[in-house]
């Protein structure tokens, strides 16, 4: 038993440091692509400084050490576990009466641990950066307006309603918003006040809103209730609990928001009338990720530990390279479909990992067992 708890642990540690490396190799690999583009994008922007890409191309650090950790926990335990093998480490091991079970819980559990921090620790840190990194590329990259001017400039939103004319929902429409300067200002505003039953109880058409602290300020607006005849323009006020920024984060990609916020603005995306199966996809995908980085060294030690006398090494690694992109493609499709409402968010997000969990199980068995 002590002899398997500390072939363990040297495994374990084997394993962690070619993962570490192969993570730190892979990340730099593609962000030096990354910073190619980003000097090719900048080459026509003369505000766009050398410092400045080399800036935006480091705050992407941590997001793509996120993307491509199960790459390198497969990758990194392939080349682990096929050395300890070339070596008959863990032929010898085998041989000695230790189960291949037995030696391969510490590695599985540092992989599952190492996707766990990410979740937790890096995630954070990786979506801070990541909105760092884009405020900084649509400032000086990008021609467009940012989030809400891929939306066509226009809002739609539904919130709740507590102003003295109605207690249930109201749904904003803007014909175009503009934020500068951290406000939010919309034109041509049409406000729908329904009540819990979704009976229309006043409509309210203002010439321009802005949203400040805890309300929209409807200027020039005109209040028009069913049976009565429209009241004049003046500024009304609309009690809200959205901000500028949660406007602006509910068109950004999801991958700029922590796993901690994620829950409490998925809620507000629904209290708001947007759609929140991009930020659920992508929470449930956070929290599948210790499972895909413990499936992924499973399945690094099921094309690895063949014993090299038998020949067909450089197939079965070849092999396990191929599972690790299949797996990646049906996790993409999975995504898709998560998206386009045809799978269950939950699905989507942790079907691709147990399916690469039961088939590296499945292939230890047969090694093992079989």
């Known amino acids: 038993m002590t002899a398997a708890i500390t072939l363990s642990i040297y495994i374990a540690r084997q394993f962690m440091a070619m993962v570490v490396a192969m993570l730190l190799a892979l990340s730099c690999l593609i962000s030096l692509f990354d910073f190619i583009e980003l000097l090719r994008r900048s080459s026509s922007k003369p505000d766009a400084t050398f410092g400045l890409v080399i800036e935006i191309a480091g705050l992407r650090l941590p997001f793509v050490a996120m993307q491509i950790l199960p790459f390198a926990v497969l990758l990194g335990g392939m080349i682990c576990f096929w050395r300890l093998t070339r070596s008959s480490e863990l032929i010898v091991a085998r041989a000695s009466g230790i189960s291949a079970w037995e030696f391969l819980t510490a590695p599985t559990m540092c992989a599952v641990l190492l996707g766990a921090l990410a979740t937790v620790a890096v995630s954070p840190v990786s979506s801070v950066m990541l909105t760092r990194a884009e405020a900084l590329e649509d400032a000086y990259l990008r021609t467009g307006g940012g989030p809400l001017a891929l939306n066509g400039g226009q809002l739609w939103l539904r919130q ?49 809103a802005t949203l400040v602290k805890g309300a929209w300020t409807l200027g020039s607006a005109r209040l028009i209730r069913p049976g009565r005849l429209p009241e004049p323009a003046t500024t009304m006020s609309l009690p809200t609990d959205l901000t500028v920024a949660r406007v602006q984060e509910s068109f950004a990609p999801p991958d700029t928001l922590s796993v901690w916020s994620l829950p409490g603005f998925i809620a507000l995306l629904d209290r708001s009338g947007f759609s929140s199966i991009r930020h659920r996809l992508h929470f449930q995908a956070l929290l599948a990720l210790p499972l895909l980085a413990g499936t992924m060294s499973l399945v690094a030690a099921g094309f690895s530990m063949r014993p090299s006398r038998r020949g067909g090494v450089a197939r079965m690694i070849g092999g396990g390279i191929a599972a690790g992109f299949a797996l990646f493609v049906i996790s993409k499709m999975a995504e898709e479909f998560g998206q386009s409402g045809v799978l269950p968010v939950v699905l989507a997000a942790w079907a691709p990992a147990a399916a690469g969990l039961m088939l590296a199980v499945a292939l230890l068995l047969h090694m093992e067992d079989g």
Request: hydrophobic share 45%; aromatic share 2%; no cysteine.
């Open 160 to 208: 709740s309603d507590q102003s003295q004319i109605a207690k249930g929902v109201a749904i904003i429409h803007a014909l175009a918003v503009r934020v500068q300067n951290k406000t939010l200002t919309a034109h041509d505003v049409s406000v729908f006040q329904l009540d819990d039953n979704d009976h229309l109880l006043a409509r309210v058409e203002a010439t321009q």
